[in-house]
């Protein structure tokens, strides 16, 4: 037996398909309620429900008292964005370990100038942030850091997969710490680190970011 698909699954399906085709852009605010139950000539709840499904799906995200916001533009991000969320703290521990390795591993090997002048000014925003107690610029500036050093590596999936993990881990950060103490702390060895993708020592790179993060200061 088929099962028909009610009104909001099919509000929720054309949505999507919007998204992947580019409609609405990657953090682009999605129309109010009202303009999205005039085009689809549906009501309220069939909205909510249908954002709602996309929200669980990854699509979107809904952004209390501001609206809501494409999450990411494709079907396989969408996916994966999803089954991270449920990831318990291990799991994203595990992931995050094995793609920053490789990531330092290919951008020691691969970065340009551009990218270690990007690096350069992302670390040095961390520390600055770190020794004002500012733990929430200060977590910013660490993913945008590490996102640099993806974007380094010149390989295109593991940037993908490394920006689309880094939404969790960087709402893991924010949940454990309160204070700045530990990114002062690693600081002397995101400089190594740096240091070694500035030589291109591929082999100290991965090393380094193994014990950055299994906290082996």
């Not at 129309?31 to 709602?52: D, N, Q, T, W, Y």
Request: proline share 1%; charged share 30%.
């Amino acid at each position: 037996m088929i099962k028909k698909k009610s009104l909001a699954e099919e509000v929720a399906e054309a949505l999507r398909k919007d998204i992947i085709k580019g409609k609405y852009l990657l953090d682009e605010k999605l129309p109010i309620e009202p303009e999205l139950m005039k085009r689809f000539g549906v009501g309220r709840s069939s909205i909510r429900e249908a954002i709602k499904l996309l929200s669980n799906a990854g699509f979107l995200r809904v952004q209390q008292g501001l609206g809501t916001f494409v999450n990411c533009v494709n079907a396989q991000d969408g996916a994966l964005d999803e089954r991270l969320k449920r990831a318990n703290i291990e799991e994203l521990q595990e992931v995050r370990q094995l793609l920053e390795m490789k990531i330092a591993e290919k951008a020691a090997l691969n970065r340009s100038e551009v990218d270690i002048a990007k690096l350069r000014q992302y670390l040095d925003q961390r520390i600055s942030y770190a020794e004002a107690n500012d733990i929430l610029n200060c977590i910013e500036a660490d993913i945008n850091f590490h996102t640099a050093l993806a974007e380094a590596s010149r390989n295109e999936l593991l940037t993908d997969l490394y920006q689309t993990s880094s939404k969790h881990v960087k709402n893991w950060f924010i949940s454990i710490y309160t204070e700045t103490t530990d990114f002062q702390i690693s600081h002397p060895l995101h400089e190594k680190l740096l240091q070694h993708i500035i030589k291109q020592e591929a082999e100290k790179a991965f090393e380094t970011v193994k014990r950055i993060i299994r906290h082996q200061y």
